[in-house]
């Protein structure tokens, strides 16, 4: 994702209206925005539809970035973002049709159980995360969708003999939150149980 000073460099110089650098931008980190997105498990229409928001939001930002050599976390805090609200809409508009034969599907005990366990551990892990800071959040949904190691350290520029020892602090950060405290039944600071660390992360779906 390259250095700060050339990043902020480039940012500016876009701002300035060099194409050739704002191409440079989207080159960079075209790749790191579609992982944050497709984390969201957003349709292949929704997913487009934010991509080209959170572009469209760095061209009316670029005059106004803070700090332009932070654009990484500023893209990566736009596109979840983006995504959750996308999310949001989607879940206010999904249409149901009742003649259809998954509406006269009429679900067993089972199903009911097993679906309200999953929904819970979803909102328990969804709540936690939004606990966490976001390197912590970025790290766990590449390890939620078993990015390998080589991926998630060009994304989150991490060194990969780090990756390990850091993710093993993130979940230990995870299991600690008060969302996963009241779902697991554990006090804080309790003791890891032999394995924890493959706590499941997904899918999170919202």
Same mark, same amino acid.
């Given at each position: ?12 110089? %876009? &701002?300035?209206?060099?194409? #050739? ?13 579609? /992982? ?8 292949? /229409? ?30 990566? %805090? ?10 949001? @809409? ?12 998954? /509406?006269?599907?009429?679900? %067993? #005990?089972?199903?009911?159980?097993? &679906? ?5 551990? @979803? ?22 969708? &078993? ?14 003999? %780090? ?15 008060? #969302? ?9 600071? &309790? ?10 992360? #997904?899918?999170?779906?919202?």
């Amino acid at each position: 994702m390259g250095d700060r000073p050339e990043v902020g460099r480039l940012v500016r110089a %876009s &701002a300035d209206g060099d194409q #050739a650098a704002w191409n440079e931008l989207v080159r960079r980190f075209a790749h790191p925005v579609m /992982a944050v997105i497709r984390s969201y498990r957003l349709t292949p /229409a929704d997913a487009e539809d934010v991509y080209q928001t959170v572009w469209l939001k760095l061209v009316e930002n670029l005059d106004s970035l803070r700090d332009p050599e932070a654009l990484p976390g500023w893209l990566r %805090s736009t596109t979840m973002h983006e995504c959750l609200r996308q999310l949001e @809409r989607r879940r206010r508009t999904i249409p149901v049709d009742p003649q259809s034969d998954e /509406a006269a599907k009429q679900p %067993s #005990a089972d199903d009911i159980e097993a &679906a309200a366990m999953r929904a819970e551990l @979803r909102v328990a892990l969804r709540d936690g995360l939004a606990e966490l800071s976001e390197e912590d959040q970025a790290l766990l949904r590449l390890y939620a969708l &078993a990015e390998p190691y080589k991926n998630v350290s060009e994304l989150l520029q991490m060194k990969p003999g %780090s990756i390990g020892p850091t993710l093993g602090r993130s979940l230990a950060r995870l299991r600690q939150t008060r #969302a996963l405290r009241r779902y697991l039944g554990t006090p804080p600071a &309790a003791e890891h149980q032999k394995g924890g660390d493959r706590l499941e992360l #997904a899918p999170l779906d919202r």
